[in-house]
């Protein structure tokens, strides 16, 4: 039977993303930046934290590659990486008994968009 495995490298990686989203503020803040990219105050409203803590936060997660910034603009916008994080989320938010129907439902939204291009 083969077994998959990681390299020291890899695991390094990974287990430095996990330790970033070990914390629930930045976890909660990696789940809006599933939707539509936000920048940095509307998603200190939408989390109930200062944009100064937000910003800190979204310094961790891209050095970690969940997000990615894209200036328009004076403003920054932050989003998920690629469609393999938003998988990941999914089935932890399932994993743990959440309901993912709002998740499912921004990923269809911008499916269509996409197909409109």
């Given amino acids: 039977m083969a077994r998959s495995s990681l390299d020291e490298d890899q695991a390094t990686e990974l287990a430095e993303i996990f ?20 920048c940095v105050t509307d998603i200190a409203e939408c989390v109930g934290l200062s ?14 590659r969940f997000v990615q910034a894209k200036r328009r603009g ?3 916008f932050y989003g ?13 938010v399932g994993h743990v008994g959440g309901d993912t129907s709002a998740l499912e439902k921004q990923d269809n939204e911008r499916q269509t968009r996409r197909r409109k291009k």
């Fill in 19 to 38: 330790r970033v989203l070990g914390d629930p503020n930045r976890l909660r803040i990696a789940v809006i930046c599933l939707g539509e990219p936000l």
């Fill in 51 to 64: 944009a100064a803590l937000v910003s800190h936060h979204l310094r961790l997660l891209k050095a970690a």
């Fill in 74 to 76: 004076k403003q920054v």
């Fill in 80 to 92: 998920t990486l690629d469609d393999r994080v938003r998988c990941v989320i999914w089935d932890m």
